[in-house]
DNA sequence: TACAATATAATTGTGCACAATTGATTGTCA
DNA sequence: TGACAATCAATTGTGCACAATTATATTGTA
């Protein structure tokens, strides 16, 4: 018996992001270990680069994960140096995460990597940015419509 | 000191497909629990009803997921029933997998999963699938650019 | 001021991903 | 035939994701 086309692999697009998203972590990879940096840590030093000390609350609305999935991997950045986390002295429910002078040290070298990343798609600046834009679009509606 | 702009989290097109590929996972749960099932089972389940029995190696090459995602996983699936692990006769070194009838009778149940999915998405088939089609040649782009 | 409700991060438990290694089997070729 | 390379799945170890729960602190309110 035939699958019908509904369920037949090659038409999901859940699959094609799913498949886009795994080989785009895994092309960043080789940039970001000589860095001693995974994709989400990347993630996280982005957000950091941009204003430093944010609350763990804060930085998972940024990056859309929440405390089970940032927690241990704070500290693992903790130990690696990168950051500090400190209970917020006004309200000691807070953690604030601040980077370090590794941490902060850290841009310079990550500099490249976009660029890198941008050579390896091998697409268009425009193409990318709507492309972007599409993804976006799709996230919004999937989270807004549950 | 201001991040440059290719260090802009809102900038990366990585980050975009990495969220947009974590929602259409977490909007799958709801759909893929009561058949017990999760987002990559479900996708073995997706090869397995086009055709049954095939290899670890050739449902890996199906889904680019290697002996050490999918061994533990199938041996989750195999638990609930849902499929049989068993050696080539042939060839000592093959496992092939197959369906159960448990496994099979699922199909009819999952055929609601896709028109729920499309419509959670709530955008055109044809969009649908020129955006798949985008993710597709990304993806090949930095498989073969390696 | 008590005390319930809320907010925040941490913890627990499950299930992927993936690199690297291991072990068993098969193929090859001198 | 007998080493040796290649193939395939399983294993080991690390690091996410995420649901559900817990612990602590703060806020709102009767």
Redesign the pocket.
């Known amino acids: 018996m035939q699958s019908p086309p509904q369920l037949r692999l090659d038409r999901q697009i859940c699959f094609a992001l ?1 498949n886009a998203s ?2 785009v ?2 092309a960043y ?1 080789p940039l970001l270990a000589p860095l001693g940096l ?4 990347y ?1 996280v030093l982005l957000v950091l680069w941009e204003e430093d000390g944010p ?4 930085l ?1 609305a940024r990056l ?14 903790e130990s690696a140096r990168l950051v500090a ?1 400190r209970r ?1 002295a ?7 995460v601040r980077l370090t002078a590794d941490g902060r040290a850290l841009r310079a070298k990550a500099a490249a990597v976009p660029e890198a990343i941008s050579c390896k798609l091998g697409t268009t600046r425009g193409d990318m940015a709507r492309l972007r834009q599409e993804l976006v679009d799709l996230t919004r509606a999937l989270r807004d419509g549950r």
Chains 1, 2 share one sequence.
Do not use: I, N
Not at 38 to 41: A, L, R
Not at 55 to 58: A, F, I, W, Y
């Open positions: 799913y795994r080989a972590t895994l990879a995974t994709y989400p840590q993630l609350s763990v609350k804060e998972g859309e994960l929440d405390s089970g999935t940032l927690t241990p991997l704070l500290k693992r950045m986390r917020d006004e309200d000691e429910r807070v953690v604030r």
